[in-house]
């Protein structure tokens, strides 16, 4: 079972505020094509861009 440290190194991934819990790998399709999804989750809330509102 892969650990939280384990999944950041094998996907290079700096990001402090993602964490991985057991069995966060699954299988499945995606358009048509067989993928593996990574489940995590973040720590925070992150604020709505004001930016992106103009573009709605």
Do not use: A
Request: proline share 4%; aromatic share 10%.
């Amino acid at each position: 079972m892969p650990t939280t440290n384990d999944m950041r190194n094998i996907l290079d991934i700096q990001d402090k505020h993602l964490t991985f819990f057991g069995n966060c790998v699954t299988k499945g399709d995606f358009k048509g094509r067989k993928c593996n999804f990574i489940d995590c989750t973040l720590s925070y809330v992150p604020e709505e861009c004001s930016r992106r509102l103009q573009y709605l």
